[in-house]
């Protein structure tokens, strides 16, 4: 894994009653894009600067503690992939940042789709990481286990690296068991977004881990979605689909955000 380097930015956004923290890695280079970096449930920038590091190699990347993780102070309101993606907008806003190419992995892959729906001019490219359309999309056994992410499990996670980072720089690491709570809450809600992932306008690449927790028939009906696996390319490619799918050999839902081989995936389709 890729040392991570110190980050040449960093701050506190003030927006929607949220102390939101950010990352900035990397210059921007003239024409460039910058790529906003969503983690998964319970992560936070700390545990993901490895692969902020890898991706700071060829652009900018702004990491994002979403509310309640990392160094982004809870506030009293549930977490919703719709508020979420409101919040990166402000934070865009603050940054100064028209627009920019969105990475979100598992819930931040949530989040970003929801950005890509809720403020699609703010959204250049978008990859979406290991991450549903849909409640229904999950495994029934991953589906159950939702229905057990209790903060009665914080004890049991405390040797566990999101345990580890969160209680190092969370400005109340008491408040990890309460993550924990409205993770699960937020995961066992019904939605279903298909309607609206198909009106979107932006390239979309998925990236999925050959065993991941959502089925193949279930990704190929997302990238179906998007315009994807309706005819054969052609040729000379003219009957390719706007937006792409990379289904990586070998991982699992739980490693495919930390492998070199997502990077590798992602890199040629965010371009310079």
């Known amino acids: 894994m890729t040392s991570p380097t110190a980050p040449t930015k ?56 979403l509310q309640g993780h990392g ?25 100064r940042v028209p627009q920019a190419d969105v990475l979100g992995y598992s819930l931040g892959g949530g989040v970003g789709l929801r950005l890509a729906i809720q403020h699609p001019s703010r959204v250049r490219k978008l990859v979406v990481v290991s991450a549903p359309f849909s409640n229904t999309g999950w495994y029934p056994e991953v589906a159950a286990a939702f229905q057990h992410l ?39 809600r019904p939605y279903d977004w298909s309607a609206e992932v198909s009106k979107l306008s932006m390239p979309v690449l998925l990236v999925f881990a050959d065993a991941d927790s959502m089925p193949p028939s279930y990704i190929a009906q997302f990238y179906g979605l998007l315009g994807g696996g309706q005819r054969d390319g052609g040729l000379d490619g003219s009957g390719r689909p706007k937006s792409s799918l990379a ?11 930390e492998s070199p ?12």
């Open 150 to 188: 209790t903060g009665a499990l914080a004890d049991m996670m405390k040797p566990a690296p999101v345990y580890q980072t969160y209680a190092a720089i969370a400005p109340d690491s008491a408040g990890f068991a309460r993550l924990i709570d409205k993770t699960g809450e937020l995961q066992r």
């Open 261 to 272: 081989a997502m990077v590798t995936a992602v890199e040629p389709f965010l371009g310079p």
């Open 10 to 65: 960093t701050g506190y956004a003030h927006v929607n009653g949220l102390h939101l923290y950010y990352e900035v890695r990397g210059p921007l280079a003239d024409g460039g894009m910058p790529l906003v970096l969503l983690h998964g449930g319970l992560h936070n920038t700390t545990l993901d600067a490895p692969v902020a590091t890898r991706l700071a190699q060829g652009r900018q990347v702004i990491s994002v503690d």
């Open 71 to 95: 160094r982004t102070a809870d506030v009293d309101r549930p977490l919703r992939y719709e508020q979420l993606a409101d919040d990166l907008a402000a934070l865009l806003d603050e940054l």
């Open 247 to 257: 289904i990586l050999p070998g991982r699992t839902h739980y490693d495919l955000f």
